[in-house]
């Protein structure tokens, strides 16, 4: 079946520090693959999308994250965090079976150290 | 302006009741989705709406029902509440889903949430 796994559950990081989260997507065809963010009591926020072409993705707030077909991985990374990127981190993969629906991961908590 | 609202952003309410969240959406997005996030902040997608007619129903408990007036609103009717039932319902939108030949993903946009306690 279908799966988005984030193996993190929660990391821990100074700020100023790089970070990197992992997902690993199980499907069959060519995957179209998000990060969201969803900080303390808000919403859900899409930091970036993979859809085709560059494996390397931009996203807002200084995120990147790259597609690895081979690892069936699409890693989220920043090289410095801010405090104020303290949040849950979700990982989501669109389905297609007549339509389209998300599919997430369970999650990564991130706390950030002064 | 708000692009996704939902209402209320708190419900408390006792078990055995029914209760409705409400939904809006002014992006012109012709869906809508309902998601449930658990207490484990696993998120599941509900139900999606595309031009106010139902295309996706993941085996949800006919105690829920969507309507989706027009377009721009979903709102979720739930019946006979239980326990289980206590998490963060959150709607989405996105500009279209495919139906229209051929695949293609727009991004979902997502209300704030609404945090149901069931008692």
Redesign the interface.
């Given at each position: 079946a279908q799966s988005v796994t984030q193996p993190d559950i929660h990391i821990t990081v100074s700020e100023g520090a790089s970070l990197e989260l992992r997902c690993n997507y199980s499907y069959g065809a060519t995957p179209?693959l998000?990060w969201?963010v969803?900080s303390p009591g808000?919403?859900?926020?899409?930091l970036l999308?993979y859809?085709s072409g560059d494996t390397l993705v931009q996203g807002i707030k200084g995120f990147e994250a790259e597609f690895k077909r081979s690892q069936s991985s699409f890693n989220l990374r920043k090289p410095s965090v801010h405090w104020s990127d303290a949040a849950?981190y979700?990982c989501a993969v669109?389905l297609?079976g007549?339509?389209?629906?998300?599919?997430?991961g369970?999650?990564t908590?991130l706390t950030v150290n002064p | 302006d708000t692009a996704?609202s939902q209402t209320p952003k708190y419900l408390v309410t006792q078990m055995g009741n029914d209760k409705s969240i409400k939904c809006e959406q002014n992006l012109g997005h012709d869906t809508m989705?309902w998601y449930k996030q658990d207490s484990?902040?696993?998120?599941?997608?509900m139900f999606?709406y595309?031009n106010k007619e139902l295309?996706?129903n993941?085996t949800v408990p006919n105690r829920f029902s969507p309507k989706s007036p027009d377009k721009a609103h979903l709102n979720l009717h739930i019946n006979s509440l239980e326990l289980g039932d206590s998490a963060v319902y959150?709607c989405?939108s996105?500009p279209r889903?495919?139906?229209a030949g051929g695949?293609?993903?727009?991004?979902?946009?997502?209300?704030?949430?609404t945090r149901l306690t069931v008692l």
């Open positions: 179209y998000f969201y969803q808000q919403g859900l926020q899409l999308k859809f849950e979700f669109a297609w007549g339509s389209e629906k998300l599919v997430f369970k999650g908590k | 996704v989705y484990k902040k696993f998120l599941k997608i999606s595309n295309i996706i993941e959150f989405a996105s889903n495919g139906l695949r293609f993903t727009d991004t979902q946009y997502f209300g704030p949430g």
